[in-house]
Structure formats: structure tokens, C-alpha cells
């Protein structure tokens, strides 16, 4: 059974910094693309960021780029998401979210499993 | 970066109800689209992918069509667990846009 789980979340200072872990099982990690996605209270979906399985191919919404780095380790089957300077607007529930590709002439792409999320909030 | 646009942006129907949502895309993104449901406190849930192919283990009465910059997430008879939120997610190129949203009401 596939299973992500968040942790890290939790209250960061404007300007602070925290840093998001993903704990991946039940499939072979390093083979799958992953996603970061977050939804601020009450509101809609947001793309954060994307990594590729080898981890050398990396992807940034630009409201996070220079601030936010996606990384991953495939010996330990984990997904990491380190936010500096953090503003306001960052609070939110982010997702990690595992992408599926099929390749049959072009090549699709989307998220199948999600985990549950973890609450960022920022505020002084 | 391209722009996904729902409508509408919520909708009241009942049970046994055929219901509609459409999603477009400020430019064409071929069947680089997906669909999630997404209830309340809970993770979004992968409905339809590559615009028309039904996720395993998702009910025969959702479906999808379209092709280009419109799309539409048809759920053909309404259900109590349907009450939820959807949206539409492109995937043709980063950054990887999200529609706003569409939540289905009980009338």
C-alpha cells in the first residue's frame, strides 16, 4: 500500500525558515517524480514545486522560487521541502504527492497518491 | 504560465442529478488533464487523468472528456459521498496549474 506521510509543519516566523519531510512506502521510491502542493485556508490548490526520481531535475511555482528548495534522498524513501524566508502567504496545508508517468509516444504526467498534509503557519 | 478556468465556481443539485463542470485552459495542453474530488480536511483524491481515462477504483458515473483548451467532468447520476470539491489540474507544462475550483452543494 502506498503511504506518505508528512511531518515538520507547524508555526515559522515571517522571514524564518522550516523544512518539510515526506516518509514514502510501499512502492520503489526512487523511480516515481514527486510533487509538493499546498492549499491555504479556504481556498484552492497550489503547485509548489517537483522533483524528478533521480533528484536532478527540479521544478519551482514562481512564488517560491529562491526561497523554497525541493530535495530528495532515495536511501531513506524521503521527500524534503526547505522554506526560507517565509511570508504570510506561505501558510497553508502542504501536500506531498507522488507523480505517475506513462510514456506511450508523448508522455503524461499526474499525481495519484497524495499524503494527508501538514499545517504550515507563519506569523510573528 | 498557463491559466485553467472553471465554471461555475459552485453548484446546487440532488441526488440523481447529471452534473457538469467544465474546465479551460488559456492555451492548448492536448489531454494533459487531470481531475481530483477533494472533501473537506481530507488530501485530494485523482479522478480522471489524460482528460478521459477513469482512475481504478473510481465509480463508472464520473467521466471525462475534451481535448485541447476545454474540458468537461461529467458526474452522470449525483451521489450523497459526491458532495465535494473538484478541480482540474494541467499537467502540459510547469508551473502545473490548478482551476480554481468547483463545490457541489446539496440542494
Known amino acids: 500500500e502506498v503511504q506518505l506521510v508528512e511531518s515538520g509543519g507547524g508555526l515559522g516566523q515571517p522571514g524564518g525558515s522550516l523544512r518539510l519531510s515526506c516518509a514514502a512506502s510501499g512502492f520503489t521510491f526512487r523511480s516515481y517524480s514527486m510533487n509538493w502542493v499546498r492549499q491555504a485556508p479556504g481556498k484552492g490548490l497550489e503547485w509548489v514545486s517537483y522533483i524528478s526520481g533521480s533528484g536532478t ?63 504550515v503557519t507563519v506569523s510573528s | 504560465d498557463i491559466q485553467m478556468t472553471q465554471s461555475p465556481s459552485s453548484l ?27 472533501k473537506p480536511g481530507k488530501a485530494p483524491k485523482l479522478l480522471i487523468y489524460t482528460a478521459s481515462s477513469l482512475q481504478s477504483g473510481v465509480p463508472s458515473r464520473f467521466g471525462g472528456s475534451g481535448s485541447g483548451t476545454d474540458f468537461t467532468l461529467t458526474i452522470s447520476s449525483l451521489q450523497p459521498e459526491d458532495f465535494a470539491t473538484y478541480y482540474c489540474h494541467q499537467t502540459y507544462s510547469t508551473p502545473r496549474t490548478f482551476g480554481q475550483g468547483t463545490k457541489v452543494e446539496i440542494k
Do not use: P
Open chain 2, 12 to 38: 446546487s443539485a440532488s441526488v440523481g442529478d447529471r452534473v457538469t463542470i467544465a474546465c479551460r485552459a488559456s492555451q492548448s495542453i492536448s489531454s494533459y488533464l487531470n481531475w481530483y474530488q477533494q
Open chain 1, 57 to 119: 531535475t527540479t521544478y519551482y511555482a514562481d512564488y517560491v522560487k529562491g526561497r523554497f528548495t525541493i530535495s530528495r534522498d532515495n536511501a531513506k524513501n524521503s521527500l524534503y521541502l526547505q522554506m526560507n524566508s517565509l511570508r504570510d502567504e506561505d501558510t497553508a496545508v502542504y501536500y506531498c504527492a507522488r507523480d505517475w508517468t506513462y510514456c506511450g509516444g508523448d508522455c503524461y504526467s499526474w499525481v495519484d497518491y497524495w499524503g494527508q498534509g501538514t499545517l
